[in-house]
């Protein structure tokens, strides 16, 4: 029996990222809040994509895709000249007169105005104003901003052109035991694909473009970053990505091998098999040093739990941070290949003290409650927990910030510039010094992983036979 969605059909934790298919074609997956979804994608959605990538929203990078007129035409609908009303706070598609680009720029370098270059080559920009250019009324009438930028802009006649850009809104239903596909457009010069909700049905192509864009006009930088898909989008309607990219999503038969999590889901033929979705390594319980003190008989919800972050399914890269750190949002799909290389694990895992009324300890909490000393004194004891991670990892480099190089050094882990585990020896590096040692970092997780494997897919027939072994 199929389980429909909430009321309102909300799609508030979806989001959506660029895939290529093996000739280059570039499409974009919109997935669904139960998933698939690949290892830290940012939460975003189509219309963000479509022009380029936001790299960082307080110096305004933007990664422009080199779009041509009719893939632009495609984005964009509305057009009309530039009037007073326009939603400049919003943001705003305009085209520019492009022998007036340096006065433009003039005028945009301006604490209230923010501009991102869709296609500079062609003069069109999407421009957000912290100010509506019409203001408080005064006799009746509109008071204009004469000082505004955007005001000289439309009266040097530096604007020629604004556009809506047009959204590309699919949705899903579940009617009479299948799954309905609905979208709000015509045409876009993506693949554009629509990942149901019950994540057991397979995405399913919404758009195939006139005008198709490609990974060569994408900048670097971000064409790196493109998942990468062993198929031709043109002969593709649907695919299981996961068969390709460890994902995120909801499953009700979780199971465990090894420290590894596996996920039933459908496969791109049809067939069903498990996947790979996490490697959460050895038990905390099994070590937990408090375990006797507070009776648990199995690890509890009422100690804190400190969540790591995998961005490989074979990292070479470890990132190991203080539990008191907060997390960094900022280390997504945005992040560098380093990254992209990379698990992150706390240096402890749990933290092993109680609520006094065994209510669930949440960080903040234990902040207020666990000293540094309190939280040193839980690694000393339980650092056996730690140093059985690394090893299932064995990662060619160990990154630490400088709290965690503080609590290492103090129990000797640390050796000028090497981590020493059960005789297992680590260069390590700090998160200070990436950007100054990119080149050797880099080398380093380029090598080959060489922690503990386990099958990437497992069909139904093999995980049966090993549940039967063990």
């Given at each position: 029996?199929?389980?429909?969605k909430?009321?309102?059909?909300?799609h508030?934790?979806?989001?959506a990222?660029?895939?290529?298919?093996e000739?280059?074609n570039?499409?974009?997956?919109?997935?669904?809040?139960?998933?698939?979804?690949?290892?830290?994608?940012?939460?975003?959605?189509?219309?963000d994509?479509v022009?380029?990538?936001?790299?960082n929203?307080?110096t305004?990078?933007?990664?422009s895709?080199n779009?041509?007129e009719?893939?632009?035409?495609?984005?964009i609908?509305?057009?009309?000249?530039?009037?007073?009303?326009?939603?400049?706070?919003y943001?705003?598609?305009?085209?520019?007169d492009?022998?007036?680009?340096e006065?433009?720029?003039?005028?945009?370098n301006?604490v209230?105005?923010?501009?991102y270059?869709l296609?500079?080559q062609t003069?069109i920009?999407?421009m957000?104003?912290?100010?509506?250019l019409?203001?408080k009324?005064?006799?009746?009438?509109?008071?204009?901003?004469?000082?505004?930028?955007?005001?000289?802009m439309?009266?040097?006649?530096?604007?020629?052109?604004?556009?809506?850009?047009?959204?590309?809104w699919?949705?899903?239903?579940?009617?009479?035991?299948?799954?309905?596909?609905?979208?709000s457009?015509?045409?876009a010069p993506?693949?554009?694909?629509?990942?149901?909700?019950?994540?057991?049905?397979?995405?399913?192509?919404?758009?195939?473009?006139?005008?198709p864009?490609?990974?060569?006009?994408?900048?670097?930088?971000?064409?790196?970053?493109v998942?990468?898909l062993?198929?031709k989008?043109?002969?593709?309607?649907?695919?299981?990505?996961?068969?390709?990219?460890?994902?995120?999503?909801?499953?009700?038969?979780?199971?465990?091998?090894?420290?590894?999590?596996?996920?039933?889901?459908?496969?791109?033929?049809?067939?069903?098999?498990?996947v790979?979705?996490?490697?959460?390594?050895v038990?905390?319980?099994?070590?937990?040093?408090?375990?006797?003190?507070?009776?648990?008989?199995?690890?509890?919800?009422?100690?804190c739990?400190?969540?790591?972050?995998?961005?490989?399914?074979?990292?070479?890269?470890?990132?190991?941070?203080?539990p008191?750190?907060?997390?960094?949002f900022?280390?997504r799909?945005t992040s560098?290949a380093?990254?992209?290389?990379s698990?992150?694990?706390?240096?402890?895992?749990?933290?092993p003290?109680?609520?006094?009324?065994?209510?669930?300890?949440f960080l903040?909490k234990?902040?207020?409650?666990?000293?540094?000393?309190?939280?040193?004194?839980?690694?000393?004891?339980?650092h056996?927990?730690f140093?059985?991670?690394?090893?299932?990892?064995?990662?060619?480099v160990?990154i630490?910030?400088?709290?965690?190089?503080?609590?290492?050094?103090?129990?000797?882990?640390?050796?000028e510039?090497?981590?020493?585990?059960k005789?297992?020896?680590?260069?390590?590096?700090?998160?200070?010094?990436?950007?100054?040692?990119?080149?050797?970092?880099?080398?380093l997780?380029?090598?080959p992983?060489?922690?503990?494997?386990?099958?990437?897919?497992?069909?139904?027939?093999?995980?049966?036979?090993?549940?039967?072994?063990?």
């Amino acid at each position: 029996m199929e389980i429909d969605k909430e009321y309102p059909a909300t799609h508030s934790m979806s989001t959506a990222w660029y895939v290529a298919d093996e000739e280059g074609n570039v499409g974009i997956i919109d997935f669904n809040e139960n998933g698939p979804v690949p290892w830290e994608t940012e939460q975003t959605c189509i219309e963000d994509l479509v022009f380029g990538h936001l790299e960082n929203f307080d110096t305004k990078e933007f990664l422009s895709i080199n779009l041509t007129e009719d893939q632009i035409n495609d984005l964009i609908e509305g057009t009309h000249n530039p009037n007073e009303n326009e939603s400049w706070f919003y943001g705003t598609v305009i085209k520019i007169d492009m022998n007036k680009q340096e006065t433009f720029f003039a005028l945009a370098n301006n604490v209230d105005i923010t501009i991102y270059g869709l296609s500079p080559q062609t003069g069109i920009y999407m421009m957000f104003c912290k100010k509506q250019l019409s203001d408080k009324k005064k006799h009746g009438l509109k008071k204009s901003l004469y000082s505004s930028p955007i005001r000289k802009m439309l009266d040097n006649k530096i604007i020629l052109k604004v556009y809506y850009q047009k959204h590309f809104w699919m949705d899903d239903e579940w009617k009479e035991g299948e799954v309905v596909y609905e979208k709000s457009f015509d045409n876009a010069p993506y693949y554009l694909f629509q990942q149901p909700y019950w994540n057991k049905n397979l995405p399913k192509c919404m758009n195939k473009p006139k005008h198709p864009i490609t990974i060569n006009q994408f900048p670097e930088k971000l064409k790196e970053r493109v998942l990468r898909l062993p198929l031709k989008f043109s002969e593709t309607e649907s695919f299981q990505i996961a068969e390709w990219h460890p994902c995120n999503f909801y499953g009700d038969k979780t199971i465990y091998i090894n420290g590894f999590t596996y996920q039933p889901i459908t496969m791109t033929d049809g067939s069903q098999a498990y996947v790979y979705t996490s490697q959460g390594g050895v038990s905390f319980y099994d070590y937990c040093s408090e375990k006797s003190f507070y009776g648990c008989t199995e690890c509890s919800r009422a100690c804190c739990t400190i969540y790591g972050s995998e961005y490989a399914s074979r990292p070479t890269v470890m990132f190991v941070f203080h539990p008191f750190r907060e997390y960094d949002f900022g280390l997504r799909v945005t992040s560098d290949a380093i990254i992209r290389h990379s698990v992150r694990i706390p240096i402890l895992h749990k933290i092993p003290f109680k609520h006094p009324q065994g209510n669930h300890m949440f960080l903040d909490k234990v902040k207020e409650q666990v000293s540094e000393d309190m939280l040193i004194g839980f690694f000393m004891k339980n650092h056996q927990h730690f140093e059985d991670t690394v090893l299932r990892f064995n990662p060619q480099v160990i990154i630490l910030d400088e709290k965690t190089k503080d609590i290492l050094f103090n129990f000797n882990f640390v050796n000028e510039r090497h981590i020493t585990i059960k005789e297992n020896t680590y260069p390590f590096y700090m998160e200070s010094e990436i950007e100054d040692k990119r080149d050797e970092i880099s080398r380093l997780a380029n090598l080959p992983y060489r922690g503990i494997e386990m099958p990437y897919i497992i069909s139904m027939e093999e995980m049966k036979k090993i549940q039967d072994r063990e």
